[in-house]
Structure formats: C-alpha cells, structure tokens
C-alpha cells in the first residue's frame, strides 16, 4: 500500500467509490457523506475526513475520495457502457438510502431494517447523536445545505440465524416460519441467543456465542423455530429501549422493511413489546427506492419530499395488543417472564471463548 501511494496509485473508498471510478471509466473518485460517514474514519461531527485516523494507519488524506452531497450530480457514466451519457444524481449508503426510501424526513421517525442483520435508525435532525451504548452516529443524507443525522444500532445476525435454521431443516420454506411459531403456545421454555457474529449494541460483546438453552424431550420444531423468531423481536426491544434512553426524542413514527419483516410473528411481537404501530410498505426493498428518490428530486422529477409521501403504499399496519387507533399501547406484559428468561440466557453466552483460543 505505501509503495502504491508512492507511485501515486493508490485510491481510498467504499464500493460506490470503485463504482463511480469504473462508471466514469476513472474520471471521478468520489463518495457521499452518508457513505463517509459509515466507514468509521470519517468525523460525523466536523464533517470531514478523520486526521487522527488517518494519521494512525499513515495514510495520507490525498488517496480519500472527494465527499460530495447524497443528491448531487456525481459526472455521467461513460457512453462506452451503455451506448449513451447517462448523468449519476445521487450516491447514497444502504441504511440511509432505506430510511429516505421509508421517507423517515422528520425528527423521532425510525425505520427498521430486518434482512441479514437488523438496522434500527432514529432520524436525529440537525446534530449527530453522542451514544454510550453503541449506537452509530451516521450522516443520513446532505442535500444543499442541509444536514441530517441518525443514530443507529444493529444485530448482525437475524436473517442468518433464520437461514441457519432453514439449513438444519427446522423448515422447508422460510414462508412457514410463522405459522410453525403460532401453531405453538409458547416456545417450551427454549431461549436462543442471536450472537454468531457476537452482540452489538447495548451489550457490545464481541466475545458472546450463539446457543440454545432450555431443550428438553417436549421440545419440537415449531419450539425451536418460535425461539429463534422471538430472539430476532426480543433483540429489537433492545435496541428500540436503547434508542430511548439514549436519544430522548418523541417517536412519531415506525416503519420496517427487509425480507424478516415479511415475517407476521416478528413483526407483531415486535410491535407488541414496543407498544407501538409499526407500518410495513408493499415493497421491502427501501435502498434502491430511496436512492431512485433522491435521485428524482435532483432532476426534478418530483419537487418536494411531501409528494414522496403520498407514493408510500403500506401492505399491513400491525397494532399492538390494546392500542387505540392511534397505535399507542402499554407494552405487552405477556412476554416480561420469557423476556426476563431470555436475558439470562444471553448473560449466560456473554464473554465466551471462542474456538482458535481454545
């Protein structure tokens, strides 16, 4: 790496980077500061690239990509590639791009993302949040001169714990997962713990393990599926009481997206420990949605965020036990004891060896 920064070949960036890079057949090195601000060496507070980081690694600041507004005109891809000039309106980062396509505009609006791992993001408004717990601050887009932050916290391992039990042939097909959950009472008394990457926020171990606990020979597979959906809700209650605590901002609204929200059990568990309404779109897939918007109102194909708004269509709205119409309840105090049970279950997979050290 040093000789290649020698040699004045030697670029930084993220993958829209080399994207841009290859699009422009190299005529721009480039990123967005929603993109920056998800590297970690980017300061969310300054807005700029980090000189201390920099420093630490001894890269020079030259090889990091220009940052440049989510909505601006980023140069056209080469007419080589497609035949014709087309201009490049908008870069933006996964989590973001979602949140602007779940049109999560306002301050206290959070969207949950549910795929391969969970994203929970709180739109902060105009300053970046200062967590203790472990949520990220995050530039959530710039366009013109103004700036929106998020704090995010995440678990890394919900559509892989599903998949892992998909492989070990709990199920045949994912659509099952629910039914074969509702089919039973309760899970029997089995708690799983979603840590095969480890626990992020607020636990932050790195160390923890994943495991069942509580098997017994009354344990069925519609037990063991139930345990592990109940995990992925029980992991989002962590995050949304951390986000509380933290952030002190009112919620006004929650919507979800990824391929888990598909999922009816999770999603109202969810809603049912959060005591509030939680909206799923008929389209899950908000990244690409939210990058086709930002996009759009650079050029003005639409004109303002408001009608952004009105193209949201939602597929299902889940209320919690007892909410009134305004999608407000007490959270459901059926679940505390198998809540109360699945958190010692989770202290117990905390600060685990793990294998090479054995």
Same mark, same amino acid.
């Given at each position: 790496?040093? &000789? =290649?920064?020698?040699? !004045?070949? $030697? *670029? +930084?960036?993220?993958? @829209? ?78 989590? &973001? =791009?979602?949140?602007? !396509?779940? $049109? *999560? +505009?306002?301050?206290? @609006? ?249």
């Amino acid at each position: 790496v040093h &000789q =290649a920064i020698e040699e !004045g070949n $030697c *670029c +930084f960036g993220t993958i @829209d980077t080399w994207l841009l890079f290859k699009l422009t057949k190299g005529r721009v090195h480039a990123t967005d500061y929603s993109n920056a601000s998800s590297t970690g060496m980017f300061d969310s507070y300054q807005m700029c690239w980090s000189g201390f980081l920099s420093s630490l690694v001894s890269l020079p600041l030259s090889i990091f990509p220009q940052v440049q507004n989510t909505g601006h005109n980023f140069g056209s891809i080469d007419p080589s590639i497609f035949g014709v000039s087309i201009p490049i309106m908008s870069v933006m980062a996964d989590q &973001q =791009a979602a949140m602007f !396509g779940e $049109c *999560c +505009f306002d301050v206290g @609006d959070v969207k949950i993302t549910m795929g391969t791992g969970t994203f929970m993001d709180i739109n902060t408004g105009v300053k970046p949040h200062t967590s203790l717990a472990g949520l990220y601050p995050l530039v959530g887009w710039k366009i013109g001169s103004d700036v929106v932050y998020l704090a995010e916290g995440n678990a890394a391992d919900t559509g892989t714990a599903i998949k892992w039990a998909q492989e070990l042939e709990l199920f045949s097909d994912v659509t099952e997962t629910s039914d074969m959950a509702y089919s039973v009472s309760d899970s029997d008394g089995v708690c799983f713990v979603p840590s095969f990457s480890g626990l992020q926020a607020p636990l932050n171990d790195p160390r923890a393990c994943a495991s069942l606990m509580g098997l017994k020979p009354s344990t069925t597979k519609s037990h063991l599926v139930r345990a592990i959906l109940e995990s992925v809700a029980f992991r989002n209650k962590q995050l949304y009481e951390t986000m509380l605590r933290e952030t002190h901002i009112p919620i006004t609204q929650i919507r979800v997206d990824g391929g888990v929200s598909s999922n009816d059990f999770v999603t109202q568990l969810t809603a049912d420990l959060f005591g509030r309404k939680l909206v799923r779109p008929q389209h899950l897939e908000m990244s690409s949605l939210g990058a086709a918007f930002v996009a759009g109102l650079a050029v003005g194909f639409w004109t303002t965020r408001e009608e952004l708004k009105k193209l949201q269509n939602a597929d299902k709205v889940f209320l919690p036990k007892g909410a009134a119409k305004r999608g407000t309840a007490r959270p459901s105090q059926e679940y505390i004891p198998v809540l109360q049970s699945w958190e010692r279950a989770l202290r117990r997979s905390m600060n685990c060896m793990q294998a090479t050290e054995i």
